[in-house]
C-alpha cells in the first residue's frame, strides 16, 4: 500500500491538478457533469470572487505514490460565524478514490488548518457556501443532476460518515413530469385560487433587467430568514449573481408576484444546461458561452431553483400561485420534465406542498456534521 501525502495547494500545477482530479476519477462516470472549471477557480479562492471577502479558504490534494488522489477545500465562512454566533468550519470541493486512507488523510489536514484558527466544529460539504453547490448526494445515483446540484459516486458517503461525521440535515429534489401536471392542478389548484383571492398579487414575467434580478435576490435573502444553515448573500455576492443571472434567465420561466407594486415573491425556473456544460467539458472559453447560452428553447427539462416568498406572505399559500403561474409557460416552451431542488426536510412548507401534488422525490443530498470530539479511524 502506497503512503498517502496531503499538501496544502501553493503552485499553479497544484491548483491545475486540484481542478483537474474530477476529469480522472469521473471518466467512467456517465451521469457525471463537469463543472465549470473558471466557477471553480474562482471560488475556491484561486481567482477574484465575492466569496473570498467574507471566508478563508485553504485547499489541500492528496497524492499516493506521486499520483493526484484526492482533494479538499477547508473553509472558515465569517459571515455564517457572525450569524449564527458560532465558531464552524466547513469542508467542500471534496473528491477522493475510493480509499478511506486518503479521505481520512484530507479530512485531517482540513481539520488541524481549522484547529489552528480554534474551530472544532465542521460542517459540509459546502462549495463553498449553502448559496452555491452543496450537500453530498445520497440517494439517487442512477441519473445526472440538474444545474448547480452535486453529484457523487455512491462510495462517498461511507467515506465521510467513517470518520465520524453524522447527518446534519437532509436537502431534497423533487421531479415533476408533463404527464403529472393536469393532476397537480386539480389537486392544487383550488388552494392556488384561495391564496390568489387572499393576496390579490399581481404575477408578472421577471424580466432579465438588473433592477429585476435585484428585487429577485433581496426576496431571496429575506425569504430564507431562520431557515437551517441560511446566510444571506452580500452585497457584493448580489451583484455577481445579477451579473450571471443575466445571461441564465429566461423571462418565460421566471415570474415576481406584487402586492400594492411590492415584491412580495418570486420563482425561478432556470433550463438545465447541464447536458450542454458536458458538452463543452466545462470549458466556457473560447466558444463555450456561445454553446451554453444560445437556442434557451431547445431545453426540455429545467430546475425550478427557488421559490421565495417574504415570511409575512408565506402561510398565505403565495408560493403556489407563483407555481401555478410558471407551469404554462414551461408548457408552452415544450419543457418535459421540472425539477424543484434544493428543499430542506426542515423546511415544512414546500415540503408538504411538493408531496400533496405528488410529484416524486427522485435524489437526497445530505449535510454532514462533525464536533470537536470525533476521532479519525
Not at 138 to 152: C, I, K
Amino acid at each position: 500500500m502506497g503512503a498517502v501525502e496531503v499538501r496544502p495547494v501553493t503552485s499553479w500545477g497544484d491548483r491545475r491538478a486540484f481542478i483537474n482530479l474530477p476529469w480522472t476519477l469521473y471518466r467512467d462516470d456517465p451521469n457525471w457533469v463537469p463543472p465549470l472549471r473558471l466557477l471553480v477557480k474562482e471560488l475556491v479562492g484561486y481567482s477574484r470572487h465575492p466569496f473570498g471577502e467574507i471566508a478563508d479558504v485553504q485547499t489541500f490534494l492528496a497524492r499516493k505514490d506521486g499520483v493526484a488522489c484526492g482533494r479538499i477545500a477547508a473553509i472558515v465562512n465569517h459571515e455564517h460565524n457572525k450569524m449564527f454566533n458560532e465558531k464552524r468550519g466547513f469542508f467542500g470541493f471534496f473528491e477522493s478514490i475510493d480509499d478511506s486512507q486518503v479521505a481520512h488523510a484530507l479530512f485531517d489536514e482540513a481539520r488541524r488548518w481549522l484547529a489552528a484558527r480554534d474551530i472544532h466544529l465542521i460542517r459540509g460539504p459546502a462549495n463553498p457556501s449553502m448559496n452555491y453547490e452543496c450537500g453530498l448526494l445520497v440517494d439517487g445515483f442512477d441519473s445526472p443532476p440538474t444545474f448547480l446540484m452535486t453529484y457523487n459516486p455512491p462510495y462517498y458517503p461511507r467515506l465521510v460518515e467513517s470518520y465520524g461525521f453524522r447527518k446534519a440535515q437532509d436537502l431534497y429534489a423533487f421531479t415533476g413530469s408533463r404527464e403529472q401536471l393536469p393532476k397537480v392542478e386539480d389537486q392544487l389548484g383550488g388552494l392556488a385560487d384561495q391564496a390568489q383571492a387572499r393576496c390579490e398579487a399581481n404575477i408578472r414575467p421577471m424580466h432579465g433587467t438588473k433592477k429585476d434580478i435585484e428585487v429577485f435576490l433581496e426576496l431571496y435573502n429575506r425569504s430564507f430568514e431562520g431557515m437551517w444553515g441560511s446566510v444571506p448573500l452580500t452585497r457584493h455576492e448580489m451583484t455577481e449573481f445579477v451579473t450571471t443571472l443575466k445571461w441564465l434567465v429566461d423571462p418565460q420561466l421566471a415570474m415576481i408576484a406584487e402586492v400594492d407594486g411590492r415584491g412580495v415573491g418570486a420563482v425561478i425556473g432556470l433550463p438545465d444546461y447541464n447536458p450542454r456544460i458536458k458538452k463543452i467539458n466545462g470549458r466556457l472559453l473560447p466558444f463555450g458561452f456561445y454553446h451554453l447560452l444560445t437556442k434557451k428553447k431547445d431545453i426540455r427539462r429545467i430546475r425550478v431553483i427557488s421559490i421565495n416568498v417574504l415570511p409575512e406572505f408565506q402561510r398565505w399559500g403565495l408560493g403556489l400561485v407563483l407555481l401555478r403561474a410558471l407551469v404554462p409557460k414551461a408548457l408552452e416552451m415544450g419543457i418535459q420534465e421540472a425539477e424543484f431542488s434544493w428543499i430542506a426536510e426542515s423546511n415544512t412548507l414546500p415540503r408538504i406542498g411538493m408531496e400533496k401534488a405528488q410529484v416524486k422525490l427522485t435524489k437526497t443530498y445530505r449535510m454532514f456534521d462533525l464536533d470537536g470530539a470525533a476521532k479519525s479511524n
